[in-house]
């Protein structure tokens, strides 16, 4: 067994330990703390927040410690709310039919369908085979990051992560022959340039998820709660205004720390070019279904950013932008890209159409959809007890009494980013959301700003392999020391969350719903 082999081993061992005792003290923690809470009195507070401050305890150590499945701890807190006479059945399961379950449902099938039919390798490869990336490592390496960052933006980062993964691994293959043959033999494990391409892959994945809101759970968890607990609506052509800028930067510091610290060195990759073009060969020419599929994108993405052209040539008082927004608000926009997925034919005859219910639901993460309503039943179920008020009073009064806008976003960013780094950035949201939604309203601010830095901050878990789903993956290949991902990964977190989250949220946002 090789050095790196024995080290991934190590790590993963140690994570499993660690994860046992997570387990097993949050299974008893948590009830026992609960309990705690709930026989404490606590002034200010009516009987039902109390209920619901308990169950909240509950909640909120088992999405961290995971005892349960996270899905299932987020039914636990509707169902314990409706038992302990918290709130009426109807109110606490409502949030599970609000309009962005369905938003990130069409999301989910459009991905599939592009998966089922290769259109994301299509893009991937044909990008990769540009003239100007060539057989050049330094472009290559950009070239791949770019296309993780674009499919991760409307395709799930996992189901990225894995479809570069393999494109990552022939190009480092190439690099070892092209070696070989010059009389050069090399160990990828301890090869500067894989560790840096592994790493930038997974880190673009992340960060091509805040372009759009689709692109990964946070962003629609915190849309939610400010459409839930604020009647704040936040468009889809809005959200892409920062989340644009948001990816391109994160995306510029991550190449410029990855290419400094990992960079090649020769200046071509022999049958790197030839390796690309074999791949896009290999998908032949355009089919039926991946034309069709297509379409469906198109669609649902012009539905989504019309409403935001609207606006900026008829103004955002116009009617026709209002009878437009009734009759085309984005989850429906995102429901009719992905239901003509399932009428559109590819071969009529035989009654074949481009997307079959089968595969449409092994793509729909029903777990994240779970999650994502769980979160929004206990927000606002919060709002409807006072719980919300009282807990934004204590955050408020904690801080000094008057909080700025800066102080409120650099805390709940950090707070966001760091619970992500060790549990799943989609829990660590739906327990952040409603505490800073309700702490900027009690200090007479903006919720806006701190519910985008919350969910642009989720996204920059970089440091562990446990962070998110692309670093596990990469991480799998064993050219990538945890040393390295750590060192990286806090460099990268320390200058997004400071140089872009913070500064983007307080100015930029700030002046866009302003």
């Not at 507070?45 to 499945?69: D, R, S, Y």
């Not at 946070?218 to 009647?231: A, E, K, S, T, V």
């Not at 409807?384 to 806008?405: E, F, H, N, R, Y």
């Not at 409120?408 to 660590?428: K, N």
Request: proline share 5%; glycine share 10%.
């Amino acid at each position: 067994m090789d050095k790196m082999s024995k080290e991934a081993l190590a790590v993963k061992r140690a994570e499993q330990a660690f994860d046992r005792k997570r387990r097993t003290i949050g299974l008893f923690g948590g009830p026992i703390l609960a309990l705690l809470v709930f026989l404490t009195p606590i002034a200010g507070l009516t009987v039902p927040a109390h209920k619901l401050l308990a169950i909240m305890v509950l909640v909120a150590i088992w999405w961290i410690t995971e005892p349960v499945p996270i899905p299932v701890t987020s039914l636990i807190g509707p169902t314990l709310a409706v038992v302990t006479g918290v709130v009426p059945v109807g109110t606490a399961f409502a949030a599970f039919a609000n309009p962005m379950i369905f938003l990130f449902m069409g999301g989910f099938i459009l991905a599939k369908a592009m998966m089922t039919h290769g259109l994301d390798k299509r893009f991937a490869y044909w990008l990769l085979s540009r003239s100007w990336v060539g057989s050049n490592p330094k472009r290559i390496f950009l070239a791949v990051g770019l296309a993780a960052a674009l499919c991760s933006g409307w395709v799930s980062n996992t189901a990225t992560a894995a479809m570069m993964f393999p494109i990552c691994l022939g190009l480092l293959t190439s690099i070892k022959e092209m070696f070989a043959a010059n009389g050069r033999e090399i160990d990828l494990h301890e090869y500067k340039y894989a560790t840096g391409l592994m790493l930038m892959t997974a880190y673009s994945c992340s960060i091509g998820g805040v372009l759009t809101p689709i692109g990964t759970p946070p962003n629609l968890i915190m849309l939610g709660f400010l459409d839930q607990m604020c009647d704040i609506h936040i468009s889809f052509f809005e959200w892409m205004t920062w989340g644009f800028i948001a990816m391109v930067v994160y995306f510029v510091i991550a190449a410029f720390v990855l290419s400094r610290m990992f960079p090649a060195d020769v200046e071509r990759i022999d049958g790197a070019d030839t390796f690309i073009k074999n791949k896009l060969a290999e998908l032949g020419g355009w089919t039926l279904a991946q034309k069709n599929t297509l379409f469906c994108f198109i669609v649902a993405v012009t539905l989504w950013v019309t409403p935001g052209i609207l606006s900026i040539s008829l103004g955002s008082t116009d009617p026709t932008l209002k009878m437009y927004n009734r009759l085309f608000p984005e989850a429906v926009a995102a429901m009719a890209g992905a239901l003509i997925l399932f009428v559109l034919p590819v071969n009529f005859e035989k009654r074949q159409f481009t997307l079959k219910w089968q595969e449409a639901m092994e793509g729909i993460e029903w777990g994240t959809l779970i999650l994502f309503g769980g979160g929004l039943a206990m927000g606002g179920m919060m709002y409807k007890t006072g719980l919300s008020q009282w807990v934004g009073d204590l955050i408020v009064s904690s801080m000094g009494g008057a909080p700025s806008q800066v102080g409120m976003v650099a805390i709940f960013s950090v707070m966001a980013l760091l619970l992500s780094e060790l549990t799943s950035h989609t829990a660590a949201t739906n327990m952040i959301g409603p505490l800073a939604i309700t702490a900027a309203v009690s200090a007479g601010l903006s919720p806006v700003p701190v519910s985008v830095g919350i969910a642009l901050a989720a996204s920059l878990g970089f440091m562990l392999p446990v962070s998110t789903p692309p670093n596990a993956i990469v991480y799998a290949s064993g050219y990538i020391p945890i040393t390295k991902m750590i060192h990286t990964g806090v460099i990268i977190d320390v200058v997004g969350i400071a140089c872009v989250t913070i500064p983007l949220v307080i100015y930029f946002v700030s002046w866009v719903v302003g």
